[in-house]
């Protein structure tokens, strides 16, 4: 059986915690207990994330040093997090199977991701990231650096940059040839590294950051999946959240869902992107018997069994 498993990067960070590394790693390690947890009963597993709060702290450090040390770009920044994060997961994992007394190796693959050049995305920058500013400040980095400033839920205002939807992955064939081996991979970390291809083939970083649930859903049917498993912070994926009729979703269909899509269930700004994962995945994934499991990280083992979380199928 074969998994792809996206976890989101606020998964490595503690509600009201630092934030920082001792922190990740100490995230990384409770982490990784339900992933050996399916090593052992045999999955092959491939692990995505995110890097949402990580790139916001990368480029942050790239405001700080400015005049001190040379810049980095957003795409370096992906690639940056991309390293340590991988690093980090791919050892605290398999740490965790050694404890075990499994000898398994754990490699993370620097995935980089096609996107359109004329994508859409790029006219209209839509995704936050960094720290927020007062309006003042807001102002001033837009005069001094051309950036895109948006209002965010009246919180302040952040950056926001381009996130186009992904094409294909350039590493893809050599993912699906360790998948296809029962190899213990992580990949497409960030939604991965955003490049546009050129004349002759020619590849090139943009400014960009990509969606890391879209990314997997891609992974996840060129490697035949069995399942691909987005976690997030709830057991269910609901419908009527916060009403009187809300009810979790258990065990659904495609029709069903794109059904709730149209009735517009979904928040843009949390599940929304997931379940357009889910949908992407299940129409491109070659197997009749695909299923997508939405839950927490600590129930997965118990989802991807059906005894909770959100089960959608074709």
């Given at each position: 059986?074969?998994?792809v498993?996206a976890?989101?990067?606020?998964a490595?960070?503690a509600?009201?915690?630092?934030g920082?590394?001792?922190?990740?790693?100490?995230?990384?390690?409770?982490?990784?207990a339900?992933?050996?947890?399916?090593?052992?009963?045999g999955?092959?597993v491939?692990?995505?994330?995110?890097n949402g709060?990580?790139?916001?702290s990368?480029?942050?450090?790239?405001?700080?040093?400015s005049?001190?040390v040379?810049?980095?770009?957003?795409g370096?920044?992906?690639?940056d997090?991309q390293?340590?994060?991988?690093?980090?997961?791919?050892?605290?994992?398999?740490?965790?199977?050694?404890?075990r007394?499994l000898q398994?190796?754990?490699?993370?693959i620097?995935?980089?991701?096609?996107?359109?050049?004329?994508?859409?995305g790029f006219?209209n920058?839509s995704?936050?990231?960094g720290?927020?500013?007062?309006?003042e400040?807001?102002?001033a980095r837009?005069?001094k650096?051309g950036w895109?400033?948006?209002?965010d839920?009246?919180?302040?205002?952040?950056?926001?940059?381009?996130?186009p939807?992904?094409?294909t992955?350039?590493?893809?064939?050599?993912?699906?040839q360790?998948?296809?081996?029962?190899?213990?991979?992580?990949?497409g970390?960030?939604?991965?590294?955003?490049?546009?291809?050129?004349?002759?083939?020619?590849?090139?970083?943009?400014e960009?950051?990509?969606?890391?649930d879209?990314?997997?859903?891609?992974?996840?049917?060129?490697?035949?999946?069995?399942?691909?498993?987005?976690?997030?912070?709830?057991?269910?994926?609901?419908?009527?959240?916060?009403?009187?009729?809300?009810?979790p979703?258990?065990d659904?269909?495609l029709?069903?869902?794109?059904?709730?899509?149209?009735?517009?269930?979904?928040?843009?700004?949390?599940?929304?992107p997931?379940?357009?994962?889910?949908?992407?995945?299940?129409?491109?994934?070659p197997?009749n018997?695909?299923?997508?499991?939405?839950t927490?990280?600590?129930?997965?083992?118990?989802?991807?069994?059906?005894?909770?979380?959100?089960?959608?199928?074709?």
């Amino acid at each position: 059986m074969k998994a792809v498993i996206a976890i989101g990067g606020n998964a490595l960070i503690a509600d009201g915690g630092a934030g920082d590394i001792p922190e990740q790693f100490s995230r990384s390690r409770a982490m990784a207990a339900p992933l050996a947890d399916l090593v052992e009963r045999g999955w092959q597993v491939t692990v995505t994330h995110g890097n949402g709060p990580q790139v916001g702290s990368e480029m942050r450090r790239v405001e700080l040093s400015s005049g001190q040390v040379y810049p980095i770009d957003l795409g370096l920044a992906v690639a940056d997090t991309q390293g340590w994060m991988g690093y980090m997961i791919a050892q605290t994992w398999q740490n965790e199977l050694r404890r075990r007394g499994l000898q398994r190796t754990c490699a993370a693959i620097i995935t980089t991701v096609l996107v359109d050049a004329n994508d859409p995305g790029f006219a209209n920058p839509s995704k936050p990231i960094g720290d927020f500013m007062t309006k003042e400040i807001a102002k001033a980095r837009e005069e001094k650096d051309g950036w895109r400033i948006v209002e965010d839920s009246g919180r302040g205002y952040r950056r926001v940059v381009a996130s186009p939807q992904p094409v294909t992955i350039n590493e893809l064939p050599l993912i699906r040839q360790l998948a296809l081996a029962g190899e213990l991979i992580v990949a497409g970390g960030g939604g991965g590294i955003p490049v546009v291809e050129g004349e002759a083939g020619r590849l090139d970083g943009v400014e960009a950051v990509i969606d890391k649930d879209l990314t997997s859903a891609i992974i996840a049917a060129a490697c035949e999946s069995d399942v691909l498993a987005l976690v997030t912070g709830v057991e269910h994926v609901f419908v009527d959240f916060g009403k009187s009729t809300q009810r979790p979703l258990k065990d659904v269909g495609l029709d069903e869902v794109r059904e709730h899509m149209r009735d517009k269930q979904f928040p843009p700004g949390s599940m929304l992107p997931k379940v357009q994962a889910a949908v992407r995945f299940l129409e491109q994934s070659p197997r009749n018997d695909a299923r997508v499991v939405i839950t927490d990280l600590f129930n997965l083992p118990q989802a991807l069994a059906g005894a909770t979380g959100t089960t959608i199928r074709k």
